[in-house]
Nanobody
Framework: HVQLVESGGGSVQTGGSLKLSCTTSGTTDSGYCMAWFRQVPGAEREGVAQIDVHRGGGTYYADSVKGRFTISRGNAGNTVYLEMNSVNPEDTAMYYC????????????????????WGQGTQVTVS
C-alpha cells in the first residue's frame, strides 16, 4: 500500500522561496509517476508539476509555475521535492503530493484523475 506524506508548507512573503517534500512508502520496483497539485477553497485541484520516475525523470510544469517551480527526486528515491521560487499570493493553496504506478499517463498535462495515491496536503500561504 503506497503512502505519501507532505511537509515543508508554511507562510512566506511575496518573492520568497519554499521547498515542499513528499516522502513515499510502499512503492514497488515498477517505478512510478509523482506529481504536485494545489487547491484553493471552491476551486478544482490544479496540477502543478509532475516527474516520471518510471521513464527517466522527465518533468512537466503548468504554465502558471513554469520557470519558478522545480520538481525533483531525492537521491534515496523515496522523496520528491517541489522547490518554489519567486512566489506570489496566487500561489497560496493547499499543496498535495500524488502518485501512480508504472509511470505518467500523459507527458503534456497533469490531471488529477490519473493519480491513485494522495497525501493529506500541506498549506502554503504567500503574503
Amino acid at each position: 500500500h503506497v503512502q505519501l506524506v507532505e511537509s515543508g508548507g508554511g507562510s512566506v512573503q511575496t518573492g520568497g522561496s519554499l521547498k515542499l517534500s513528499c516522502t513515499t512508502s510502499g512503492t514497488t520496483d515498477s517505478g512510478y509517476c509523482m506529481a504536485w497539485f494545489r487547491q484553493v477553497p471552491g476551486a478544482e485541484r490544479e496540477g502543478v508539476a509532475q516527474i516520471d520516475v518510471h521513464r527517466g525523470g522527465g518533468t512537466y510544469y503548468a504554465d502558471s509555475v513554469k520557470g519558478r517551480f522545480t520538481i525533483s527526486r531525492g537521491n534515496a528515491g523515496n522523496t520528491v521535492y517541489l522547490e518554489m521560487n519567486s512566489v506570489n499570493p496566487e500561489d497560496t493553496a493547499m499543496y498535495y503530493c500524488a502518485a501512480r504506478l508504472y509511470g505518467c499517463l500523459r507527458q503534456d498535462a497533469v490531471m488529477a484523475e490519473d493519480f491513485v495515491y494522495w497525501g493529506q496536503g500541506t498549506q502554503v500561504t504567500v503574503s
